[in-house]
């Protein structure tokens, strides 16, 4: 068998996946989630222009990552309309669960704009580093059985747009959704690792450190994955599992695996 190697790592067989000009490789067999291994892959990606994710149920054949088929990038989606977005999705949560919310304050909008437009934001992606450096160690411990794959894309956040992920279709407009995870790759350093048909695993490493500001990183994400309310305890206990949490796990709609039930009984 004809091995590769990548930024050091050896590569396990495997081959680019999904239709059209696909994005992503991915190994044939599961690999076990390796910590050393992704970070060696993603400490490189500014050379490679390739990002490392672990992907769950990804064997070939008619599975979610054979029917991945990436169309062309949107425009990069302007900052201002990003930070409108996220700050009237806090205003609204707040307003119906969690009405002390700070962010309510509207300074929280000029302040996101603010820090969308900043480097770390905007420009070059986060580091593997931060007050939580166990994240990457934390997020892939659910991702043992996983594939490993690699995107070509020019940050961590444009990973899902970049192969068409399915997952977040009905939720957010693409290019939408990688601005808000670029927000967040930049604020709390949630790093994109790993992805089934609707779940996506972030390493955290700089996650929010008090209530109050878990309470918005909480309220941003019911804006990006409605789906979160199907299975939870509740917006406060949801914000209070995200202080200083090493690994985030949205789940979304499953679009892939709803379109393969209608194929069936058709």
Known sequence: ERTAALADVVLPPGRRRGRRA???WAADAPTPASPAAWRA????F???GLWPVLLDDAAPGDGWVDQLAPSPPAP?????AVAAHLAAAVRAWSEELTPDLPSTDPDYHRELVALLAT???AGRPASATGRRPDAIAHASAALDAAHLGVVACTRPAQVLERIAWPGARDALDPALLTAVLASWEGRYGALVLGLSADVVTFAVTRPPATIEEAR???AEQLAACPALTDDWDGFDAHAAALVDAPAWRLR????VGDNRQ???HT
């Open 22 to 24: 696909a994005a992503l």
């Open 41 to 44: 892959l993603a400490s490189a």
């Open 46 to 48: 500014e050379h490679t």
């Open 76 to 80: 990069p989606v302007e900052v201002g």
């Open 119 to 121: 480097d770390a934001a």
């Open 216 to 218: 918005e990183a909480a």
């Open 252 to 255: 979304w709609r499953d679009t």
């Open 262 to 264: 209608e194929r069936a």
